[in-house]
């Protein structure tokens, strides 16, 4: 059994009185102890929906319709409040995007670590002071001793999700959700951070699910890839394999669109249009509108996921 | 150390304020009728008059008569009311505690109610609860506080009689000369209605303003984390969220003070309360311009000091903010 298993997930926020939409369409999701999976998708396909929903944290209005989370065999959807707070934060940690809004302004770095090591353990001030400047150092936090008095805002951005890091690490998880850990920090320090979380999670083997829109981030930190498009998983395989050979005509175009794939003196190449909202999907193949290789199928149907792919016409991918 | 700096500059702007009050306060004395005939009466001829209004200094230059005021004015000095023939520092000062505690009443009710219901309204924004109160809150602004005075009056007061709706009732003299209704139940009981008619000026905005400032506090991204953090309902929603809604509270909370004791001349007037409002009504009708003078620069210094406070406040709850001088 896989430690974390998500099937069938929908999340919908209602439109009207009656009517609802679906950000979350039916996403899988299967993950191992340790194992590395990147969620990859441009802005809004669900990739923060899938995060929260894992953790049942989404906000009202919206809400999980459908299907269910599978973490060691339980059901986390379907735990007390109370139960799943001791989930939360501490067998699953999450990393937010924007370091900048993610620590509470008005308390001191020390206060929110400590917090959050007294929500899951029965530790004392003093030994849970000792751990917090532990696990400050371990990410790299110069005189890591004074900065748990430090408000927020008397820290960098790196600085600050170097302690949200280091706050999801205090109760060794067994799973850490990173959504977009470095897309709002600077350009030239994304690259440390994200380093830094490869390296705790190899030498902690934590799991780690990394959302980015990225697809050139997640080759380098993940063992496996999964791509999102509307709501829905589009395709999912070993990293490897979707980098040199995709087989979705979106995921070719993602990798199409990486600077990196770009010849010297070439223009950057886009995918044509852009994503549907969840509030106007095109009916069959959400992609159908973009993509060169739509058909009348594609129109009318809505692609299965099957071999890991959701197309009717797939690319060749590897000859194997 | 800090926190002198902080004091000193505070210090340098009251002064500054205050200078201001003192010279409008002055100025009111040129344009309010004539305090000889209250002084004098009907019968003394206009040649005394001029005599006496020579001897009093009405006749000086309006600079010569403000150095002289401003002199006595540092020196606790305000003149002497015309009516009670008494330092008119000392006639308002009298007044003091009753204003006093009448503002306290109505702020410990504000607080009492405003938080929780202003909390409740954006834990629980569908319940019915919370629409009735929030309707209620609408009403309750657009009514004029005189006709809420007024009915409270008609129904506690007279119709059902359970409260006393006029005067101040029993007192206890403290030592240090402080009268205050706090230690009999009469005086209580007194406080009661006064005290509701007050705070209900502001309380309505304000249940307005902690429910919004909770609400949009709850929706943030640190609340979410803190969540996600797996902290308690209770430590999401009144360490993470509550206390971010602290800032603007105060700083609002601050200014309404101001608002309040303006309002203190009204309520007092309909409850016949005797305190400084009152008197100061008294005063106007009498035309008791060292009186006038006297209860506006005191109730600028009032101001001035409950400014300070609320800024001191401010920055012991705003990390952002550092005293100067303090360790960063
Ligand atoms: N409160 C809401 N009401 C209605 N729709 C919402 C609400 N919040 C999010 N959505 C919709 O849900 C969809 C998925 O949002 P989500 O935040 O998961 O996107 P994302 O993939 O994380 O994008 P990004 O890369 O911008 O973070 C979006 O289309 C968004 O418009
Ligand atoms: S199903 Fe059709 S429209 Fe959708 S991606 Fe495949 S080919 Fe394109
Ligand atoms: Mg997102």
């Known amino acids: 059994m896989a430690m974390l298993e998500v099937q069938d997930l929908h999340v919908a926020f209602p439109r009207g009185k009656r009517d609802e939409v679906e950000a979350l369409r039916g996403v899988n999701l299967q993950l191992e102890k340790g194992e590395r999976l990147g969620v990859v998708g441009e802005s809004g396909a669900g990739k923060s929906m899938l995060a929260f929903a894992i953790l049942n944290l989404i906000a009202a209005p919206g809400r999980v319709s459908q299907g269910r989370v599978m973490f060691h065999g339980q059901d986390l959807l379907k735990l007390s409040d109370r139960k799943i707070r001791g989930i939360r934060g501490n067998r699953i940690s999450m990393i937010f995007q924007d370091p900048m809004v993610t620590l509470n302004p008005v308390l001191t770095i020390g206060t929110q670590m400590i917090e959050t090591l007294k929500a899951h353990r029965r530790i004392s001030d003093r030994d849970a002071r000792k751990l917090c400047i532990e696990r400050l150092k371990q990410v790299a936090i110069p005189s890591a001793e004074s900065r748990m008095d430090a408000y927020p805002h008397e820290l960098s951005g790196g600085l600050r999700q170097r302690v949200v890091i280091a706050i999801a690490l205090l109760t060794d998880p067994e799973l850490i959700i990173a959504d977009e850990p470095t897309t709002a920090l600077d350009v030239t320090i994304q690259a440390e951070i994200m380093s830094l979380i490869l390296k705790l999670c190899r030498e902690n083997d934590v799991a780690l699910i990394l959302i980015t829109h990225d697809l050139g981030v997640v080759a380098e930190v993940t063992e496996r890839i999964m791509i999102m498009y509307a709501g829905l998983c589009v395709e999912e395989g070993p990293t490897k394999q979707i980098i040199t050979a995709p087989r979705h005509p979106y995921t070719s175009g993602l990798l199409k669109a990486l600077p990196q794939n770009a010849g010297r003196g070439q223009r950057l190449y886009q995918i044509p249009g852009s994503m549907p909202p969840i509030t106007a999907l095109p009916r069959g193949c959400a992609y159908h509108p973009r993509c060169e290789f739509a058909d009348n199928g594609c129109r009318t149907r809505i692609p299965p996921l099957q071999g890991g792919v959701a197309c009717f016409n797939p690319l060749k991918g590897a000859s194997s | ?328």
Request: overall charge neutral; aromatic content about 12%.
């Open chain 2, 1 to 328: 150390m800090h926190i002198l700096a902080f004091l000193i500059r505070r210090a340098a702007q009251a002064m500054v304020v205050m200078f201001v009050i003192s010279i409008i306060g002055f100025s009111i004395q040129d344009n309010l009728g004539d305090p000889l005939r209250e002084l004098v009466g009907q019968s003394v001829s206009e040649a005394e008059r001029e005599a006496l209004r020579d001897e009093l200094g009405l006749n000086d230059p309006f600079l010569v008569q403000y150095a002289r005021f401003l002199g006595n004015a540092v020196q606790g000095d305000l003149g002497t009311s015309y009516f009670f023939k008494r330092p008119a520092i000392e006639v308002i000062l009298d007044k003091f505690p009753a204003t006093f505690e009448l503002v306290l009443g109505a702020v410990f009710i504000f607080v009492s109610v405003s938080i929780p219901a202003g909390i409740y309204c954006a834990i629980h924004r569908d319940s019915w609860l919370s629409r009735i109160i929030m309707t209620g809150s609408i009403v309750g602004i657009s009514i004029p506080v005189f006709l809420t005075a007024i009915f409270m009056v008609w129904l506690f007061g007279v119709e059902l009689g359970w409260l006393p709706a006029f005067g101040r009732g029993d007192t206890v003299t403290l030592p240090w000369g402080w009268d205050t209704g706090f230690l009999t139940w009469d005086g209580i009981s007194h406080l009661i209605l006064p005290s509701i008619t007050l705070s209900s000026i502001m309380l309505p905005l304000f249940i307005r303003l902690i429910r919004a400032e909770m609400l949009e506090a709850m929706g943030t991204d640190y609340v979410r984390f803190a969540r996600a953090k797996g902290l308690s309902t209770w430590r999401v929603r009144y360490v993470h969220a509550f206390r971010n809604t602290l800032l603007p509270v105060v700083t609002v909370g601050g200014l309404m003070i101001g608002t309040l004791i303006a309002y203190t001349i009204l309520t007092e007037t309909v409850f016949q309360w005797p305190g400084m409002g009152f008197l100061f009504l008294e005063a106007v009708n009498r035309v008791d311009t060292p009186l006038i003078i006297a209860y506006i620069i005191v109730v600028g210094l009032i101001f001035v000091v409950v400014n300070t406070i609320v800024d001191f406040i401010y920055t012991l709850i705003n990390p952002m903010v550092k005293l100067p001088g303090a360790k960063g």
